[in-house]
């Protein structure tokens, strides 16, 4: 393969990665393994339903997977390239409880289970909430990490051990800021 077509390949890439961020708002942000680990130790320590809002390269889901086999892990991701590369290492890891959809969070019309993680660029949050608010039933527990939901009251601000980031901590029917 010439330089050139290297180039080229690498070109599309950025590309695709660029209009789908500028039309997602949201760039795909990998999170380091200490964070991961601080997110999955606020899951419910009872067997759940757990999906992960824009799961990008699918660290955090193939994490919570490989740590919790007793939990049901969704990641849902929009942008193509961080799907396929997240599908590819689903395939590899062959863990059973991990299923990856190629979708739109807000207008995928299925419910996100007892937990949602999500890692999103502060624009879409609001998005977050109006989708949870529709499709959430209460009690369930959203994990947000870095970016509050517009609106809703945190049950628990966390500032996070592995960086300057917070853990927004919300519950569903009692979620509303009064």
């Known amino acids: 393969m010439s330089e050139i077509s290297i180039l080229v ?3 599309a890439i950025v590309a695709l990665i660029l209009i789908y961020a500028m039309r997602l708002r949201a760039v795909p942000m990998p ?3 200490a964070a991961r680990d601080e997110i999955i130790a606020y899951l419910p320590k009872d067997p759940c339903k757990v999906t992960d809002f824009g799961s990008g ?3 955090l889901v193939i994490d919570i997977a490989r740590s919790r086999p007793d939990i049901t892990v969704t990641g849902i991701e929009l942008s193509p ?3 396929a590369i997240s599908r590819m290492r689903a395939v590899v890891t062959q863990l059973q409880n991990l299923s990856l959809i190629r979708a ?3 207008t995928l019309d299925r419910d996100p289970g007892d937990v949602v993680v999500c890692f999103l660029d502060p624009r879409v949050m609001a998005d977050v909430g109006d989708t949870l608010t529709r499709r959430m039933k209460p009690g369930g527990i959203v994990i947000s990490r870095a970016f509050a939901i517009p609106g809703w009251q945190a049950f628990g ?4 051990k592995s960086g300057s980031d917070r853990l927004y901590l919300y519950r569903v029917g009692k979620h ?3």
């Open 81 to 83: 390239l961080p799907y």
């Open 31 to 33: 999170s380091l393994r």
């Open 9 to 11: 390949i690498l070109g």
């Open 104 to 106: 739109d969070f807000r």
């Open 176 to 178: 509303l800021a009064v």
């Open 57 to 59: 390269w699918g660290d």
């Open 157 to 160: 601000e966390i500032p996070m």
